[in-house]
């Protein structure tokens, strides 16, 4: 037995101090992107987020519309392994294919369907446009396009047919395979249609570029996207499945996978990832964890985790701590963890990123956490409260909220994050609700101007300078108590 001579220690014990604000250190000049994953000093690494936030591996928080907004705004989300393999997979499929550059032809019809199945598949998939093919299948002939203002059930009969009122491809601008986004938005706009179908010689149509996906990029230009212009995405992996589970999310289009575990101090978890080098090599990316101290962080760089995340305990629905007895306080964890990342770097020449899960209650404990060195932040409670979370929104005592369950509560059963086996045994997560707070866009706007706020304060500009330069000091006990007790009126979940 040892005992640390330290006290385990959260975010809202600290608060930071203020360096030289100067000319040069504007809102407007912060750069908060950050690597996902490891790289050689000195390098980029392959895979950059314009926003350091992701979401976390959730059923409550994690579903393909909440990854596109996320993505949309430069973050990226982990969809959650407690689900059949295909289930997972067409999640990661369903976001990858929302939006690119050049779409998939994925909505198609015939031109004898009715009207009221092309309005049905309009609204299924939230589309401007269906397109018309001679057979109703993406490979069939190319014949029309079909939109919400080509018909209006006030003047058209829901039994009409598609062919009555769609506008045939000899009216249409299309363009061709292998054309440059930029020739493509260009004939797009000119034509003043919502979508271009890229249409091959032999009559097909092989990908469409959408007026809207133009107008979202120019709205959010810190997208994450990969080298197709598609959203990334995440997904969680377990120890259990993966020979199963990892080749169908690859296949699906992943852009990271990570191990979804709450103690990832394992030999399994070295398992997993020697498994995917030896399959995929460097081709398949993959973040390990939690952790809460160097020797887990060791543990999981020295196997190859591609980063490592940090935490146990500290999430808002995570009751590990009372019933296993296990964990540490996040700032804790993280001073030894940051400490141990840059010793790896200066020994091996290998950044490996930390990502900080779970933990914080204010925007201000995101500040906190960037402060104590995390390179980007896993967050469960701050993304289950928007309306793109996939949890139902309920009212509650005349207050509208959002259900919000941990995936050790009764309600997820994910007894391979608990290495509980295949039942879980005893809970390690409530089941509870958490204040609904609106968009999701909105909201990490406001959350994004309050980091770079206390950055410029800071006197940082990136977030490797604030690492470096940031001068935390820890509260007295009495504001510390005063604090959590508003915490606990205001802003954590309710436990049913
Ligand atoms: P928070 O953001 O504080 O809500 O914490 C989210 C994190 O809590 C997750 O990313 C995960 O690490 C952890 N979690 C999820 N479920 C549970 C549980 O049931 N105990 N804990």
Request: aromatic share 8%; glycine share 10%.
């Amino acid at each position: 037995m040892r005992i640390l001579p330290e006290i385990s220690r959260t975010f809202g014990e600290y608060l930071l101090l203020p360096n030289l604000t100067d000319e040069g250190c504007t809102p407007d000049k912060v750069d908060l992107s950050a690597p996902l994953v490891r790289h050689p000093v000195g390098e980029r690494s392959p895979i950059r987020i314009a926003t350091p936030l992701t979401s976390a591996i959730m059923g409550a928080v994690s579903s393909p519309q909440l990854a596109i907004a996320l993505a949309q705004v430069g973050g990226i989300s982990f969809i959650h392994q407690n689900q059949p393999v295909a289930e997972q997979a067409a999640m990661v499929a369903a976001v990858k294919k929302h939006k690119a550059g050049f779409r998939y032809n994925d909505v198609n019809i015939k031109p004898s369907a009715t009207l009221e199945e092309a309005d049905r598949l309009l609204r299924e998939h939230d589309r401007a446009v269906v397109i018309v093919t001679d057979d109703g299948s993406p490979s069939g002939a190319f014949l029309g396009l079909i939109t919400a203002q080509d018909f209006n059930f006030h003047r058209h009969q829901a039994g009409d047919t598609v062919e009555s009122r769609m506008r045939p491809v000899a009216e249409l601008a299309t363009g061709t395979p292998g054309m440059s986004l930029t020739t493509a938005n260009s004939l797009l706009w000119d034509s003043r249609q919502d979508v271009l179908p890229l249409v091959g010689d032999d009559g097909r149509v092989t990908a469409l570029v959408q007026r809207r996906d133009y107008e979202l990029h120019q709205q959010f230009s810190n997208e994450s996207v990969d080298d197709a212009k598609q959203f990334r995405v995440g997904a969680g992996v377990n120890t259990h499945d993966y020979r199963e589970r990892i080749p169908a999310l690859v296949e699906a289009g992943a852009d990271i996978l990570c191990l979804d575990s709450s103690d990832g101090y394992s030999v399994w978890q070295k398992d997993v990832i020697e498994y995917v080098r030896k399959e995929y090599g460097d081709t398949v990316r993959i973040g390990a964890g939690n952790v809460v101290d160097a020797r887990g962080f060791r543990y999981l760089a020295d196997a190859g985790a591609d980063f490592v995340k940090v935490g146990i305990g500290g999430g808002s629905i995570c009751i590990t701590r009372d019933q296993k007895g296990i964990g540490r306080g996040q700032a804790s964890a993280l001073t030894e963890i940051v400490t141990e990342r840059d010793r790896y770097a200066e020994q091996t020449g290998m950044y490996v990123p930390l990502c900080s899960d779970g933990g914080i209650i204010h925007d201000s404990h995101m500040a906190i956490a960037f402060a104590f060195g995390a390179d980007f932040l896993m967050l469960g409670r701050y993304f289950a409260r928007f309306s793109e979370s996939p949890a139902p929104q309920v009212k509650l005592g005349g207050q509208i909220v959002k259900e919000y369950w941990g995936e050790g509560s009764a309600r997820a059963r994910n007894a391979a994050r608990y290495g509980q086996g295949k039942e879980l045994a005893f809970e390690e997560g409530v089941d509870g609700y958490v204040p609904y707070a609106g968009s999701l866009y909105d909201n990490v706007k406001v959350t994004l101007a309050k980091i770079r706020s206390t950055m410029i304060s800071c006197g940082s500009v990136n977030l490797r300078q604030f690492h470096e330069s940031a001068t935390l000091i820890q509260v007295s006990q009495q504001t510390f108590v005063q604090n959590s007790e508003e915490v606990d009126r205001n802003d954590r979940p309710t436990v049913v």
